[in-house]
């Protein structure tokens, strides 16, 4: 048996390092325990999309979301101070396109729906734009749609240098990180979560943070029945041009263009709730993306594929993830969930996290959030 820092964090991906790193910076001793590699999983294998909510959710998970792109540019800048990495941040802004009558009313209706919500300048959040307009913006965007709605507030981030510089960080800081190292059972006395046991070791500690994604309850009958999380499939591509075609993030409904600043496009994602653990690309998967890409931006189809991947997020019943404490659990706090915006919410999952570790009170209320509930 040997002891460990005050706190163990179970996941090395962008929610478990940003937790890491930010309870380290608090002056927490830490110890991450990564099953394979820190960050090769769904948030090496996301967009980097940092996306707004819908504009008709106004409820508590939107204030989260709100807040942590707001956090963002700061973020970041901090990162690559800290490390010299430059994760290319970058608020890009979105346009969804409407190739269809009933997509021109549900972006008319998004819309009105967003029609008081202000930028910190205080432009407009979301602006409704004739074809015309939308290809003044961007000229490649598909001759045929009928209006475009651009969101403001969207923002992209190369994730995979975001994970590098999140692990510099976190080893700059004094994190004790471990890769290959598989969580197999909690320590407990009575109700209380007091450690974990590997394959090596049974490591104790004041609390320990489960942010292990899609894998966070799969191992814990108990845990599944209070938040169950499961694996969502998402295929992308990877495209590059000679020049960056376009700025904007360009989408329709789930299918999405991030474009890079060194002209790689990528091509996302499809949502596959049935295929389980497999990561794998599929004929099926790759030619809708291809199909519903070139719908939104033709000019992509003569684009050469560079490769093409699969990641799993970690899906919940609702979509919203799980934060705070796990009752049932005492000294557990679940910090997963988060399906598609894990790397949007990290920044104030890390806020949340290092406050309830501490005993801090915040001001953002997490019903919504609530394992257990």
Request: glycine share 10%.
């Amino acid at each position: 048996m040997s002891t460990t820092g005050d706190t163990i964090i179970i996941g090395g991906g962008v929610i478990g390092l940003s937790v890491a790193r930010r309870l380290a910076r608090d002056g927490v001793r830490v110890r991450v325990l990564e099953r394979g590699r820190c960050g090769c999983e769904a948030s090496w294998a996301a967009a980097g999309v940092l996306a707004a909510c819908n504009p008709h959710r106004n409820d508590a998970v939107a204030a989260l979301r709100d807040r942590s792109l707001r956090m963002y540019p700061a973020f970041c800048a901090e990162l690559a101070e800290e490390t010299g990495i430059d994760a290319e941040y970058e608020p890009c802004c979105e346009l969804e396109l409407a190739l269809n009558e009933d997509a021109l009313r549900s972006l008319k209706d998004d819309a009105k729906a967003g029609a008081e919500k202000r930028l910190p300048d205080g432009r407009p959040a979301y602006q409704f734009l004739t074809p015309e307009e939308a290809r003044r913006i961007e000229p490649f965007v598909s001759g045929s749609i009928l209006g475009a709605l651009e969101c403001r507030d969207t923002a992209q981030v190369r994730n995979p240098r975001l994970m590098r510089a999140l692990h510099a960080a976190c080893v700059k800081i004094g994190v004790d990180i471990h890769e290959e190292a598989t969580v197999h059972d909690f320590v407990l006395d009575g109700s209380r979560v007091t450690g974990v046991r590997t394959e090596k070791d049974e490591l104790l500690a004041e609390k320990v943070v489960l942010c292990a994604g899609a894998w966070s309850s799969q191992k814990w009958p108990r845990l599944n029945e209070l938040m169950p999380v499961h694996p969502v499939r998402g295929q992308i591509i990877l495209m590059k041009l000679d020049t960056r075609p376009f700025t904007h993030v360009i989408s329709r409904g789930k299918t999405y263009l991030v474009p890079r600043r060194d002209g790689h496009v990528l091509l996302g994602a499809t949502q596959e709730a049935k295929a389980g653990f497999v990561k794998r690309n599929t004929p099926a998967g790759i030619a809708k993306l291809i199909e519903k890409g070139v719908k939104l931006v033709p000019m992509i189809a003569d684009a050469p594929v560079v490769t093409q991947w699969s990641g799993l997020r970690p899906g919940t019943p609702d979509d919203n993830p799980y934060i705070g404490p796990v009752p049932g659990f005492d000294g557990l706090i679940a910090a997963t969930g988060h399906f598609r915006s894990g790397l949007t919410l990290a920044p104030v999952t890390a806020e949340i996290v290092a406050s309830v570790v501490e005993g801090r009170e915040y001001d953002i209320d997490l019903t919504l959030c609530r394992p257990g509930r």
